[in-house]
C-alpha cells in the first residue's frame, strides 16, 4: 500500500466534535491501522503541522502524532519533538505542574492562533505503533503539544478551550500577538527545557 497525503478536515465537520475510539492490539497490527498511520506522518509533514490526530483526516479513532522538525515554519519557538506515534493516549498532571496561556494554532482551523491554558508537567501514556506501552514526562512547550493533540482525540478543538477575546486571525497573531507570546515562549522552553 502506498503512503498517502489525506485532506485535513477543517472546522465545521463533526468529526472534529466527536470523541475517538479506542483501539484494540489486534487493530493497532492490522494494514489499515498502520497505512492510517504512515498517512497521518505524511499529511502532518506536508501541512507543517506539530502534529495531527485521526479525527482531522475524518476517522474518529485513538491515533495521532506529534513531531516538531527543528525551524518548522508555523511555529519557530517550538522546541524539536521527535516523531511520536500515540495510541489511545491518555495524560495526567504531574505535582510540580503549572499552568501557562499558550497561543497555539491548528491544522483543522487554518486561520485561526487563539490562547489556550496548558499544564506544563504531564506524564502521557500511549501505545506506539507496535502496541509497547510507553510512558513518557512532558514539560513546557512540548506538554503543550501533546495536549493540544489528545484533545483532538477526545473532541475539543483550541476555539473550545479559549477565552474568547483570545482568538485572532493569523495575520492578527503576526501583527500585535506574536512578538510578545514569543518572548513569553523562550521563557517558558528556558524554564523547561521543552
Ligand atoms: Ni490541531
Known amino acids: 500500500m502506498s503512503v498517502a497525503e489525506l485532506e485535513i478536515i477543517t472546522l465545521g465537520e463533526s468529526v472534529l466534535h466527536e470523541s475517538a475510539r479506542e483501539l484494540t492490539a489486534e487493530e493497532i497490527a492490522s494494514p489499515e491501522i498502520q497505512a492510517l498511520i504512515d498517512d497521518l506522518i505524511e ?4 501541512a507543517h503541522g506539530a502534529g495531527l490526530a485521526a479525527n482531522q483526516v475524518g ?18 519557538y517550538k522546541p524539536p519533538i521527535p516523531l511520536t506515534v500515540m495510541i489511545n493516549p491518555a ?3 504531574n505535582d ?24 506544563m508537567s504531564i506524564t502521557v501514556r500511549y501505545l506506539d505503533r507496535h502496541g509497547q506501552e510507553r510512558v513518557e514526562r512532558k514539560r513546557g ?8 493533540e489528545i ?7 483550541i476555539t473550545d478551550r ?10 492578527e497573531y503576526e501583527r500585535s500577538g506574536r512578538e510578545a507570546f514569543e518572548r513569553r515562549a523562550g521563557e517558558i ?5 521543552e
Open 189 to 193: 522552553v528556558a524554564r523547561y527545557g
Open 96 to 119: 510540580d505542574d503549572e499552568v501557562e496561556l499558550i497561543n497555539e494554532g491548528c491544522l483543522s482551523l487554518p486561520n485561526v492562533r487563539a490562547e489556550v491554558p496548558r499544564h
Open 43 to 46: 499529511t502532518k509533514r506536508a
Open 141 to 148: 512547550l512540548t506538554a503543550g503539544t501533546f495536549q493540544h
Open 151 to 157: 484533545d483532538h482525540l477526545n473532541g475539543t478543538l
Open 91 to 93: 495524560f495526567e498532571v
Open 162 to 171: 479559549a477565552e474568547a477575546e483570545s482568538v485572532t486571525t493569523w495575520e
Open 59 to 76: 476517522r474518529a479513532r485513538r491515533v495521532a502524532i506529534a513531531e516538531v522538525e527543528e525551524g518548522n515554519p508555523r511555529y519557530p
